[in-house]
C-alpha cells in the first residue's frame, strides 16, 4: 500500500486559533522500498499575514520564522490558501488519483497525527475537497506500546528508543518527523502476526 506520512509545526496547540507555519508530507509505497532519502518529499513554510501564539511554539520554531522572514524567493514558501493546491499538485505528480471531484484521497501517517495534525488540516482552504484524508490513520506509538507497563501512548522520542534509534530526540522539524514516522513503521511491513500463525491456530 501506499501512505503519507504527514507532520506540522504550528505557532501552537489550538487549530482554531494557531496556525501552521510548517507541512511536510512523504510518501511511502510498502511494496517498493526505497532509501528514506530518496521517497518523494513535500515540504512549505507557510507565510500568514500575522502569527499568533504560544511563546513556546515560537521559541522552538525561531528558525521557521526566520525563514519566513528572510526576503527573496523561496520555492518552498506558500500562503496558507495556496497550500492544499500545491500538496494536491505533488500527490498528482506522484501517481496519486483524483476522483470525479478532483479530490485525492490519501491514507495518513503520523505520531498523533489525529489529535493534533488533522484539526489543523481541515482549517486549510481546500481540505476535503482537494485533498483529503481516509478516515483510519497510522500512528506508530500503537505499534510501540508495551501492554503491560504503559500507562498511555508511547511519545516519539519512546518510540524511537524502543525502535533502538541512535538518535531518540524530536527533531521538531516536519520532514525530518515525517521521515522518523515511516522508519518506526518500517519493520511493521512483514506479514501480520495472523498470516504468521500456524494455520491451525484459528481453530483453537
Given at each position: 500500500?501506499?501512505?503519507?506520512?504527514?507532520?506540522?509545526?504550528?505557532?501552537?496547540?489550538?487549530?482554531?486559533?494557531?496556525?501552521?507555519?510548517?507541512?511536510?508530507?512523504?510518501?511511502?509505497?510498502?511494496?517498493?522500498?526505497?532509501?528514506?532519502a530518496?521517497?518523494?518529499?513535500?515540504?512549505?513554510?507557510?507565510?500568514?499575514?500575522?502569527?499568533?501564539?504560544?511563546?513556546?511554539?515560537?521559541?522552538?520554531?525561531?528558525?521557521?520564522?526566520?525563514?519566513?522572514?528572510?526576503?527573496?524567493?523561496?520555492?518552498?514558501?506558500?500562503?496558507?490558501?495556496?497550500?492544499?493546491?500545491?500538496?494536491?499538485?505533488?500527490?498528482?505528480?506522484?501517481?496519486?488519483?483524483?476522483?470525479?471531484?478532483?479530490?485525492?484521497?490519501?491514507?495518513?501517517?503520523?505520531?498523533?497525527?489525529?489529535?493534533?495534525?488533522?484539526?489543523?488540516?481541515?482549517?486549510?482552504?481546500?481540505?476535503?475537497?482537494?485533498?483529503?484524508?481516509?478516515?483510519?490513520?497510522?500512528d506508530?506509538?500503537?505499534?510501540?506500546?508495551?501492554?503491560?507497563?504503559d500507562?498511555?501512548?508511547?511519545?516519539?522520542?519512546?518510540?524511537?528508543?524502543?525502535?533502538r534509534?541512535?538518535?531518540?530526540?524530536?527533531?521538531?522539524?516536519?520532514?525530518?518527523?515525517?521521515?522518523?514516522?515511516?522508519?518506526?513503521?518500517?519493520?511493521?511491513?512483514?506479514?501480520?502476526?495472523?498470516?504468521?500463525?500456524?494455520?491451525?491456530?484459528?481453530?483453537?
Amino acid at each position: 500500500m501506499r501512505y503519507v506520512s504527514l507532520d506540522l509545526e504550528t505557532t501552537g496547540g489550538h487549530a482554531d486559533r494557531h496556525q501552521i507555519i510548517e507541512l511536510a508530507a512523504v510518501v511511502e509505497d510498502t511494496r517498493r522500498l526505497r532509501p528514506l532519502a530518496e521517497l518523494p518529499a513535500f515540504r512549505r513554510v507557510v507565510r500568514h499575514p500575522d502569527y499568533v501564539g504560544t511563546a513556546g511554539a515560537l521559541a522552538l520554531n525561531a528558525g521557521l520564522l526566520a525563514e519566513l522572514a528572510r526576503p527573496g524567493d523561496n520555492p518552498e514558501r506558500c500562503t496558507a490558501p495556496e497550500l492544499v493546491a500545491q500538496l494536491h499538485g505533488f500527490l498528482l505528480a506522484q501517481g496519486f488519483r483524483a476522483d470525479k471531484h478532483d479530490c485525492v484521497v490519501v491514507t495518513l501517517a503520523g505520531k498523533n497525527i489525529g489529535s493534533f495534525d488533522v484539526p489543523f488540516l481541515r482549517q486549510l482552504p481546500g481540505w476535503g475537497t482537494l485533498v483529503r484524508h481516509e478516515p483510519a490513520l497510522l500512528d506508530p506509538a500503537a505499534f510501540y506500546l508495551n501492554w503491560r507497563k504503559d500507562t498511555r501512548l508511547p511519545t516519539m522520542s519512546i518510540c524511537k528508543a524502543r525502535a533502538r534509534f541512535a538518535d531518540t530526540a524530536v527533531a521538531h522539524q516536519a520532514l525530518a518527523d515525517a521521515l522518523d514516522v515511516v522508519q518506526l513503521l518500517r519493520p511493521f511491513y512483514e506479514l501480520p502476526l495472523y498470516q504468521q500463525a500456524p494455520p491451525d491456530a484459528a481453530a483453537q
